[in-house]
């Protein structure tokens, strides 16, 4: 379209300089806040006092926990749905995909109070556990870490089958069977044909899991509440309650760091030599 | 002629606006029924003044802190709020005292509302009860360490520490356990030793009401301005009378620093304090009155916290108990009770 790269420059100009204005320079001042001290000077002393409680710690693990537990989890599941998708006829594939994006367009707060519904004393799962027999009364679900890891799950899962069923589509049709004829059994295929070839989808879709997971606020807010806090809940608090700034900065960079971390973790392994 | 009347239009309009703002008065006031709140009082006030009402709404914590920034400056010239939080923003100088000769109604108030502060940094418009909302077909609640006990263990939900019903909270279970209010730190070990018999520590009434609602918690601690919310559910509520009494709170009108428009914030301290407008509000189910002279029916007055016996039977943790302790309370509560 351009004869050079610099040519087309000026075009993004706009974009960037309403990023750049509206978003970096504000979470640039908000982030300052989390390496200050009373004076004004450089500390890290934010970061000291935040590790220093045995609370925060504890909401550090227990996020990072169900990020990397989620992106796990939502990879198995998504590989699975992903090579089932690929395999469909093309009209049923249009289908299929058009339901798991279908979650997607509906309000993370609806999707979660669905799960209240579904996990709740007198929600479907208890009704069949107690039915069953399984339990003489309800199983708490609610405010516990299960309840947010399956909400999480349930919000990104689409985000890993998107990424995968597009990294899928490239592998060339023959390779699986190819594999097969050569003798590999199916653990062979996906570790040696599949993962190999679809790792950029894997890279992409575990970054997006992770980070979300990280980052979501709704559902560990209500299905978690103030029992299972994670580091977005206790951010809130800390903004909203306790008018803490610094916590609430320190809490935000550490997201971003564990975000950017997560993405260049996945790519070093993506990347890795075998 | 065709440039003469568009700056004749835009010359009245700039004139207008500035009578407008000669009579301008900025409120700081909690974000809930602001409809019923402009109904009963706002839109009266107005017509009475001939002034505007500039209505600024959010949580404690978002309020106090604007008008914290705004101290040189402020933005705000009066304020409804918690009397702990008025103390707290007393003792770093953001008020100035209220002459109570300008409030007409002043000698009607309960004692109690007059000077809860001290060195009248507030006035109090409002009381509230706080007790045990329960199911009253699954279990019956006689004292406030019930809810620590095993009939109600698995269905239970306490209020956050940092919310204004977790210190009255502590201080009723503190009470229940033969404690004299001054020490909390045996109540908050206690409720950490019972964690997991706790379903949640709920921030906000209308979270408590939907749990209740959908049968995930039969009993909890809850302020008297929400019961609305359980008396037309569907399931049987009942609103406990403890053997140690109820707790109770009170709400309070504080005038910042230097703002400049305090002939207009006394106008309508006054009347909100007023028996008239106090009524209305009262029967609007918005607020108690703090007023004494305010009758209201059974009815109406079954909903709220209303009549000297029950507003002096309350037990109410001094704000400047609340201001001292609640940083250590949270502590403990961080490490012995979330975890």
Redesign the interface.
Known sequence: MFLNRTEGLPLALPAALFTFLVFLVPVGILLSVAFQNVGGGFSLQGYVDFFA???NR?VFLRTLKLGVLVAAVSAVIGYAAAFCIVSLPATSRGRVFGLIVLPLMISPVARTYAW?VIL???GIVNDVIVGLGLSRLPI?F??TETAVFIGLLQLFLPLMIISLVSAMENVPKDAVPAARVLGANWMQVFFRVILPLTKEGLVVGGTLVFTGALTAYITPAILG???V?MLETLLY?K?????DFVSASVIAMILIVMSFSANLLLKRIATAKR | MKTFIPFVALSAALAANAAAAEGKLTISVYSFAQDAYKEALYDPFEEICDCELVIETGNSVERMAKIEANAADPVIDMAVISSHDALSLAQKGLLQPIDTSKLSSFDKLYPAAQDPLGDNMGVGYTFYASSIVYREDLVTIDSWGDLLGDDLAGNVSLPNITGTQGPLTLMMLDKAAGGDASDFTGTISDIGAHADDIVTFYSRSSELAQLMNQEEVIAAPVGRFAWSRFKSSPLPFAWAEPKEGQAGGMNVMIMTANNGNEELAYKLMDYWLSTEAQTRIAEALIDSPANMDVTLSDEIAENLTYGADLINSLNILPPSTIIAERDAWVDQWNTEVIR
């Not at chain 1, 903004?239 to 008018?243: I, L, Q, R, T």
């Open positions: 409680q045995p609370l504890t209240i709740g004393r007198s708490r609610l405010f509440g103030s029992k806090l608090q903004v909203n309650v306790s008018n």
